[in-house]
């Protein structure tokens, strides 16, 4: 794996389930990817997931943030449009992986958002950046979209 990955960051948005997030936490880092943050993580996944989450990157030194808003995420990391991976039947643009694999070797900080609800981003965020889903027939939810997408940029 190259160090163009280090400029890669999985957010994981508006997450309730515990199991959601740490199998995501599991698929980024599993696959040897360094950089997950999750932005707004309520109830059992706020205080029971992230707590896992982070005990994972550490045993695998890796990098693992919370923020507040995926706002946040893009002021911080200084990223205009984010990559934001939406259900099949919410866009008809599907991503475009060689421009991911560019983007991505580019060495420009690159930004993959998954929603961690059981709806998906909400209109304001889809606005945020460039929403494109995966070549399927169902949402196959943040864990199944994360493995896709890194086992394809590995």
Do not use: W
Request: net charge negative; charged share 25%.
């Amino acid at each position: 794996m190259s160090d163009d990955t280090k400029n890669l960051f999985v957010v994981l948005h508006n997450v309730h389930s515990v199991s959601r997030l740490v199998e995501t936490a599991q698929v980024v880092y599993g696959l040897g990817f360094h950089n997950f943050i999750v932005t707004r993580a309520e109830g059992s996944a706020a205080q029971s997931g992230v707590p896992d989450a982070n005990r994972l990157a550490i045993k695998m030194k890796r990098n693992f943030m919370v923020l507040p808003d995926i706002r946040d995420v893009l002021e911080l990391f200084e990223v205009e449009k984010p990559l934001m991976i939406v259900s099949p039947v919410l866009t008809k643009d599907r991503l475009d992986f060689n421009a991911l694999r560019e983007r991505v070797s580019s060495g420009n900080k690159t930004i993959i958002a998954l929603c961690g609800g059981t709806s998906s981003f909400s209109r304001k965020e889809m606005d945020l950046g460039e929403c494109v889903s995966l070549e399927a027939d169902v949402d196959i939810g943040p864990a199944g979209s994360a493995a896709v997408i890194l086992h394809y940029l590995k």
